[in-house]
């Protein structure tokens, strides 16, 4: 999710090695149709403190999808580190699963803006492009072509599709990898069971949530002498809490702990409002 890769990199620059919070996993496509909406709103912490707000809408129709999001930082770390951020993926249901087509993402820092925009097919990025265009680094790992096939974008890499028939809340739905590509680091994210347990936003869900383990690992478009990615590559104590969209097998990000030198980095849903949506009927003469 852009909103959280926006506030977690906003963390970065307060001495907290920003995970791109959106990146996560999206299983692969079984049978089995559905439509909800998510309205959500998140509030990102550093040791308690308030650092960053963000908000999350996704709709799921039977055969499109769309997400969008905004963020920016709050509080004392604005006063440091003011900036904010939109991100935007649409694309196709394919047998319950969102395929994303296009990826958009911006964020604004210090009176600077930096847009990415992503095409895909399939899963393999057709079109990129980073504007301004970053300058070179002979240090920074090459990102070949074949690291652009079978691979998601932030967006639509967070909503984890469970496939099969039974409850998607359940240990199985932590255990398996994906790969990731934000228009300029290509990385791997593993998750692995860790447990159950109840969460509650001040308003809307209140119920059952997935914990997962995330553990993350670069593969390319990064230097690899930067103390965040050594850092964020060394970590086994990230944990995510998955929760779902109704009336569909998707779960989402409700919570997100990092630990920092700092304390513990948060970003949790205050506000997650689902709901399932009626499939459309078709038009009759």
């Known amino acids: 999710m852009t909103t959280l890769r926006f506030i977690s990199s906003r963390l970065a620059q307060a001495g907290f090695g920003g ?33 960053g707000k963000g908000a999350w809408t996704i709709d799921i129709s039977d055969d499109q999808f769309s997400a969008s999001a905004s963020g920016g930082t709050s509080g ?10 939109t991100g935007a993926a649409q694309g196709r249901v394919v ?22 925009r992503m ?14 265009e970053p300058p070179v680094d002979a240090n920074r790992v090459p990102v070949t072509e074949a690291h652009r096939r079978g691979v ?6 967070s909503m984890l ?19 990731i590509f934000d228009g300029r680091m290509r990385y791997d994210l593993k998750l692995d069971f860790k447990r159950m347990e109840t969460v509650k936003a001040e308003k809307g869900y209140h119920g059952p949530a997935v914990v997962c383990a995330v553990y993350f690992s670069p593969v390319a478009g990064y230097i690899p002498d930067r103390p965040v ?3 964020l590559a060394a970590q086994r104590s990230i944990e995510i809490a998955f929760v779902p969209v109704a009336g569909t097998r998707i779960l989402v990000p409700f919570w997100l702990k990092i630990p920092t030198p700092l304390g513990p980095a948060m970003l949790e849903a205050t506000q997650f409002i689902t ?11």
């Open 119 to 132: 095409v895909l097919a399939n899963g393999t990025i057709k079109e990129f492009a980073i504007e301004p």
């Open 229 to 231: 990615i050594k850092y």
């Open 19 to 51: 995970l791109c919070a959106g990146a996560f996993v999206l299983l692969a496509p079984e049978a089995g149709f559905a439509q909800g909406r998510l309205d959500a709103h998140y509030e990102a912490t550093l040791a308690g403190i308030p650092v």
């Open 76 to 85: 004392l770390l604005k006063a440091f580190a003011g900036g904010s951020g």
């Open 275 to 285: 709901q399932a949506m009626p499939p459309r009927v078709a038009k009759t003469q």
């Open 161 to 179: 599709r469970v496939p099969g028939t039974a409850d998607p809340l359940s240990p199985e739905a932590c255990r398996t990898a994906t790969a």
């Open 152 to 157: 998601f974008d932030p967006m639509t890499g």
């Open 95 to 116: 047998n319950g699963a969102p395929v994303a087509t296009n990826y958009s993402a911006s964020t604004t820092a210090s009176k600077k803006t930096e847009a990415i």
